[in-house]
């Protein structure tokens, strides 16, 4: 690894972007984000899901959603309101658990998340609420080509991230929910341990691991919404890639559903 | 935030420690660490599970162990050797789940992973089998004392790490299975967000975050045991705090087992 700006040697930096004004719908953040940083070779620019919802204009009035049957009855158990449980529904593939508060949800693209990802929080406006994008891999990709499209060609990746439970601990930690040009999945199947022996490490999910050391340096209320971490330059490829799709443990493969 | 050596304003430095020597029984990993490396002020320090276990005597041979019937059941369920099984067993309060050849147990510790954490690869001797230490928070506040009382009071913190497995979410990612003298949980309850709105934003897993952090800097075979985490200031704490214990999502609040 090269160490650069901001790089211990062999170590990573971790940097957050500041500067970046409120975003509105049909702006070209990864054009934003190139503006307000320096980007090098290598880099891995962690972008908030909120940041990304907003500027695809996916915030609607919570009133616009008239509840339904399922979302007036998941309301009165859940003591929320029953038109937001309807945007929540609208969310999800399929509703996992709804107790004690909280709905725990499916969501189309398949990640598991309290409310399907619909937030109302960290909003400009009362009464508002923010939907996770439509395709996040495809949020990822778009963002890559307009930061590239600026530059002489770096070589970079996107994640787009959102903090999500976790069933058997406490506390929120960030995720991977898009990414382009990073290697979500680093599989070591098959290879040796230090004594030459077979790994029973089977993968280690880097692309959430970069999100959770960009979260380190964000402030929930501050609203740093991009963040670049130095030094994954190993993990960041030419193509695409898979994106955060490859990280989705199926029905199949899930024995915790 | 101070910046310092290897640290980006406002950012984050993630440091490998080089050149541990290979931990055997009895051996003082703080005093190890320290004199490895150059410590400041506010760093968290962050040990991976394997040589605390390592330094604490938890690598046990497999043969050591007799097959009880419910270990023998298991195996042949599972295809695993009956004695590896009897091993987990013992570290186990309970088994969440036994199929596909995967073992997911709660520790009595209460950590939901593989196996009960028990670990047969990068280990000196074939036919081994490593198990968590006894007590992770216990070990995290040994190695921060050990590594503070050779130096002029640097206030920093120590968590033990290890790799688990997700419910929902494909690979794996480090967690913090002990800590000391770091809040575990950054909690955000009941603060407001950039607008003056109650934040949904429960409490973010901080410590977790940390140990995914420094896995991002590690090579499963190179063995960089030891990370140095530099700009987490702000959550380092004079006493050594409640541990990874807080992050253990209780059966009750547990809508997943």
């Given amino acids: ?113 309290a409310n399907a990802g619909v937030d109302t929080s960290n909003l400009p406006e009362e009464g508002t609420a923010c939907l996770l994008p439509e395709d996040p891999d495809a949020s990822a990709r778009r963002i890559r080509t307009e930061i590239t499209a600026g530059l002489e060609g770096p070589l970079l990746a996107v994640i787009v991230s959102d903090s999500f439970g976790r069933a058997w601990r406490l506390g929120q930690a960030e995720v991977a929910i898009g990414c382009a040009g990073i290697s979500p999945l680093d599989d070591w199947r098959g290879r040796a341990d230090a004594a030459g022996r077979r790994l029973e490490a089977t993968a280690i999910a880097i692309a959430d691991e970069a999100a959770a050391a960009a979260d380190l340096v964000r402030d929930k209320t501050s609203g740093v919404p991009a963040v670049i971490v130095r030094g994954l330059g190993r993990h960041v490829t030419e193509e695409d890639g898979p994106g955060a799709a490859a990280l989705r443990r199926t029905r199949d493969e899930d024995l915790f559903r």
């Fill in 1 to 113: 690894m090269s160490g650069g700006p901001g790089v211990p040697d062999d170590g990573l930096g971790v940097l957050p972007v500041p500067g970046l004004p409120e975003v509105t719908e049909g702006i070209a953040l990864g054009e934003l984000i190139a503006a307000e940083t320096e980007l090098e070779q290598g880099d891995v620019v962690v972008v908030s899901q909120k940041i990304v919802s907003k500027a695809e204009g996916r915030v609607l009035s919570i009133s616009s959603a008239i509840p339904g049957a399922e979302a007036r009855k998941l309301a009165a158990v859940l003591g929320k309101d029953p038109a937001l449980v309807e945007l929540i529904l609208a969310e999800s593939r399929e509703v996992l658990r709804a107790e004690g508060g909280v709905l725990i949800a499916e969501t189309h693209h398949g990640f598991v998340c």
